[in-house]
């Protein structure tokens, strides 16, 4: 089986051409390493089958084992298949890729019954020589054949001059926690330059506060209730396009790198691989050392023991564009443009060890918190004797205060800095890396004829309305960082304090590269606000039907209401703005004529985004009468 699953490792990666993703002038190299790893795994297989015929003289429990063996081989692969191939386990691809892996062992199997016939009983062998073998072979070759594949209409050329476009997602970046936006320790030194030679956005909110909605938002510029990815398992319907297509559909090159495997909240399995030439997870890479499957099983055991891979993805988006863009020109490939899609995980309270025999979190990041002038002693150890990532750890104390045990009882003013500082080194982290990025886009001449815009999904709570992590829907965990360079249309040094939506991140960056907006965006281009123009400022939107969660900000005041479409009773939150920017204090009691308009403006905005909701969108979630009718009342629904 690993000779032949070596054979069919290569064929793919050869049709599907990932090598150009990491290291394409090593293919040598790489094919060498996997045909180590898999002579490896020959070996070990005949010797469990040779072990077993050894130690078992009686033919039942022989038997036993073998099938035993052969089921682990087909399980291992069954996972392999499912993790790195198929969306759907009932698509016709995924069907007849499974069939080849079934095929693999029934081929090694039926190797093994030539080689060693004593190991294998006999009706087993006469059934491997006959047609079986050969079919199941042919299963394999119809899985790679049905790999999928763009159907491109007529190929259309960039105008002449189209920049480069780069969108970056700091994946649980809240704002200020940039030195740029104020964050007293120098946390961003590279993306504060950034924001020096462009335009930064003080007043950036997300649509979401978890990371797969807000992210199908970014995509696609629709409003979480119209793209309908609000669940766990959803996944963007056939009929909405992403941004990747618009600028495919151009003439760009495409590529997204993302932090996660195919099922993560940005991997392929959402649809957000559509429009991308190449859409490559981390750390599931198919480069020179991690092309073929025993390289690629050591990436999945990286990814459960630890995640943030900042790092690794620029180097992967440096090597792309190296191959693209050598010393003597700016291009990828001449007279084409990119689409560049970076998604960064590091910050996302993955901040620690998830394991005890991983790195421990003060010494992963403690030259980071060195330079920030940071503790880098444990929290009274808690957070490395169990051996917790942040995560995890952050859900175990926030479980605690639910429970109403004290917060001095489970942490000291000492542990709260550190997780604080935690979150800050990781953010220092990744500004390092960016700045890699930004250094090598200098050194080949793409500065000034790239549009770099970087953000996040969402931010991060340390307390601020008593919990940690990004569960509720307040300025901390909505605000996020928005800065856009491009020199050739943006002047240095602007800062824009006018209330934006990461829903009007696409339309820009489509308008910014000469493109026409789809009529079926929702968000606007920020191209006046750049250029002096007039830009009528609107609120910022949030919210999602599945959670029952929605609210609304202008420049006076933020309302949020909790309970639509659930049975649990309603709640509302107002809060002003203007002299209470850390929504503290809750003025629903006290403000009944906002509270109303407030209400309005949710009510209106809420049915205008259902209006245009995909028909394919995930299914909406049932409404009891009475729930109805208290909507009614409010102004929610007709």
Same mark, same amino acid.
């Given at each position: 089986?690993?000779?032949?699953?070596?054979?069919?490792?290569?064929?793919?990666?050869?049709?599907?051409?990932?090598?150009?993703?990491?290291?394409?002038?090593?293919?040598?190299?790489?094919?060498?390493?996997?045909?180590?790893?898999?002579?490896?795994?020959?070996?070990?297989?005949? =010797?469990?089958?040779?072990?077993?015929?050894?130690?078992?003289?009686?033919?039942?429990?022989?038997?036993?084992?073998?099938?035993?063996?052969?089921?682990?081989?087909?399980?291992?692969?069954?996972?392999?298949?499912?993790?790195?191939?198929?969306?759907?386990?009932?698509?016709?691809?995924?069907?007849?890729?499974?069939?080849?892996?079934?095929?693999?062992?029934?081929?090694?199997?039926?190797?093994?019954?030539?080689?060693?016939?004593?190991?294998?009983?006999?009706?087993?062998?006469?059934?491997?020589?006959?047609?079986?073998?050969?079919?199941?072979?042919?299963?394999?070759?119809?899985?790679?054949?049905?790999?999928?594949?763009?159907?491109?209409?007529?190929?259309?050329?960039?105008?002449?001059?189209?920049?480069?476009?780069?969108?970056?997602?700091?994946?649980?970046?809240?704002?200020?926690?940039?030195?740029?936006?104020?964050?007293?320790?120098?946390?961003?030194?590279?993306?504060?330059?950034?924001?020096?030679?462009?335009?930064?956005?003080?007043?950036?909110?997300?649509?979401?506060?978890?990371?797969?909605?807000?992210?199908?938002?970014?995509?696609?510029?629709?409003?979480?209730?119209?793209?309908?990815?609000?669940?766990?398992?959803?996944?963007?319907?056939?009929?909405?396009?992403?941004?990747?297509?618009?600028?495919?559909?151009?003439?760009?090159?495409?590529?997204?790198?993302?932090?996660?495997?195919?099922?993560?909240?940005?991997?392929?399995?959402?649809?957000?691989?559509?429009?991308?030439?190449?859409?490559?997870?981390?750390?599931?890479?198919?480069?020179?050392?991690?092309?073929?499957?025993?390289?690629?099983?050591?990436?999945?055991?990286?990814?459960?023991?630890?995640?943030?891979?900042?790092?690794?993805?620029?180097?992967?988006?440096?090597?792309?564009?190296?191959?693209?863009?050598?010393?003597?020109?700016?291009?990828?490939?001449?007279?084409?443009?990119?689409?560049?899609?970076?998604?960064?995980?590091?910050?996302?309270?993955?901040?620690?060890?998830?394991?005890?025999?991983?790195?421990?979190?003060?010494?992963?990041?403690?030259?980071?918190?060195?330079?920030?002038?940071?503790?880098?002693?444990?929290?009274?150890?808690?957070?490395?004797?169990?051996?917790?990532?942040?995560?995890?750890?952050?859900?175990?104390?926030?479980?605690?205060?639910?429970?109403?045990?004290?917060?001095?009882?489970?942490?000291?003013?000492?542990?709260?800095?550190?997780?604080? =500082?935690?979150?800050?080194?990781?953010?220092?982290?990744?500004?390092?890396?960016?700045?890699?990025?930004?250094?090598?886009?200098?050194?080949?001449?793409?500065?000034?004829?790239?549009?770099?815009?970087?953000?996040?999904?969402?931010?991060?709570?340390?307390?601020?309305?008593?919990?940690?992590?990004?569960?509720?829907?307040?300025?901390?965990?909505?605000?996020?960082?928005?800065?856009?360079?491009?020199?050739?249309?943006?002047?240095?040094?602007?800062?824009?304090?006018?209330?934006?939506?990461?829903?009007?991140?696409?339309?820009?960056?489509?308008?910014?590269?000469?493109?026409?907006?789809?009529?079926?965006?929702?968000?606007?281009?920020?191209?006046?606000?750049?250029?002096?123009?007039?830009?009528?400022?609107?609120?910022?939107?949030?919210?999602?039907?599945?959670?029952?969660?929605?609210?609304?900000?202008?420049?006076?005041?933020?309302?949020?209401?909790?309970?639509?479409?659930?049975?649990?009773?309603?709640?509302?939150?107002?809060?002003?703005?203007?002299?209470?920017?850390?929504?503290?204090?809750?003025?629903?009691?006290?403000?009944?004529?906002?509270?109303?308009?407030?209400?309005?403006?949710? =009510?209106?905005?809420?049915?205008?985004?259902?209006?245009?909701?995909?028909?394919?969108?995930?299914?909406?979630?049932?409404?009891?009468?009475?729930?109805?009718?208290?909507?009614?009342?409010? =102004?929610?629904?007709?």
């Amino acid at each position: 089986m690993p000779a032949l699953c070596f054979a069919v490792e290569l064929v793919r990666l050869s049709l599907r051409g990932h090598f150009q993703i990491v290291d394409t002038r090593d293919l040598q190299r790489a094919a060498g390493l996997g045909l180590l790893g898999y002579g490896l795994l020959a070996l070990l297989e005949i =010797g469990a089958f040779a072990m077993v015929a050894r130690r078992f003289r009686d033919e039942a429990p022989r038997r036993a084992a073998q099938l035993a063996w052969t089921t682990l081989i087909l399980l291992a692969m069954g996972d392999h298949v499912g993790r790195h191939h198929i969306d759907s386990p009932f698509a016709p691809r995924a069907l007849a890729l499974f069939a080849g892996t079934a095929a693999a062992a029934l081929a090694s199997a039926w190797i093994l019954a030539a080689g060693v016939p004593r190991i294998l009983p006999t009706p087993l062998r006469r059934v491997l020589s006959g047609p079986v073998p050969l079919l199941t072979l042919a299963a394999v070759a119809v899985g790679i054949l049905l790999r999928p594949v763009r159907e491109d209409g007529p190929a259309r050329v960039p105008a002449p001059g189209s920049p480069n476009v780069i969108l970056v997602s700091i994946d649980t970046a809240r704002a200020d926690y940039l030195s740029c936006y104020g964050h007293d320790a120098p946390t961003t030194p590279e993306l504060d330059r950034v924001a020096r030679d462009g335009i930064r956005f003080t007043n950036a909110y997300a649509q979401e506060n978890w990371t797969l909605p807000s992210h199908a938002t970014m995509l696609t510029s629709l409003y979480p209730p119209t793209h309908g990815v609000e669940d766990l398992d959803s996944r963007l319907a056939e009929d909405i396009r992403t941004v990747a297509e618009e600028f495919a559909d151009a003439g760009y090159r495409t590529l997204g790198i993302v932090d996660g495997d195919r099922r993560s909240f940005v991997g392929a399995s959402r649809g957000f691989d559509r429009g991308f030439d190449d859409y490559v997870h981390y750390p599931e890479v198919e480069g020179a050392s991690q092309a073929f499957l025993p390289f690629r099983a050591r990436a999945d055991v990286r990814l459960f023991f630890e995640q943030g891979h900042s790092d690794e993805i620029v180097d992967a988006a440096i090597a792309w564009l190296e191959q693209r863009a050598p010393p003597d020109r700016g291009r990828p490939e001449p007279g084409r443009p990119f689409f560049l899609f970076l998604h960064i995980y590091d910050a996302h309270a993955s901040w620690g060890s998830r394991w005890p025999i991983h790195r421990l979190p003060y010494q992963q990041h403690s030259e980071e918190l060195a330079e920030l002038g940071l503790p880098t002693d444990s929290p009274r150890d808690r957070f490395v004797r169990h051996g917790l990532s942040g995560a995890r750890y952050l859900r175990a104390i926030n479980r605690a205060l639910d429970n109403e045990v004290p917060l001095d009882s489970l942490l000291s003013p000492q542990d709260i800095a550190l997780l604080r =500082g935690l979150y800050a080194s990781s953010l220092r982290f990744v500004d390092g890396q960016l700045g890699r990025l930004d250094a090598f886009l200098s050194e080949r001449g793409l500065h000034d004829s790239t549009i770099l815009l970087v953000t996040s999904d969402h931010g991060e709570e340390f307390l601020e309305h008593g919990r940690f992590g990004h569960h509720q829907d307040h300025r901390e965990t909505l605000r996020v960082p928005l800065l856009l360079r491009y020199p050739a249309r943006i002047g240095r040094g602007q800062s824009c304090d006018t209330l934006v939506e990461t829903v009007d991140l696409a339309p820009t960056l489509l308008a910014l590269s000469g493109l026409e907006i789809p009529p079926a965006f929702q968000g606007r281009s920020l191209l006046p606000l750049l250029e002096g123009e007039p830009w009528d400022e609107r609120p910022a939107y949030m919210g999602n039907q599945l959670d029952g969660i929605y609210g609304v900000r202008t420049r006076t005041f933020s309302y949020y209401v909790h309970g639509l479409h659930h049975t649990e009773p309603l709640r509302e939150e107002l809060y002003d703005v203007a002299a209470d920017s850390l929504e503290l204090h809750d003025l629903r009691a006290l403000e009944p004529s906002t509270l109303d308009s407030a209400r309005t403006l949710v =009510g209106d905005w809420l049915r205008r985004v259902l209006a245009d909701r995909s028909p394919n969108a995930g299914p909406t979630v049932p409404i009891d009468p009475q729930t109805r009718e208290l909507l009614r009342s409010l =102004g929610y629904t007709r």
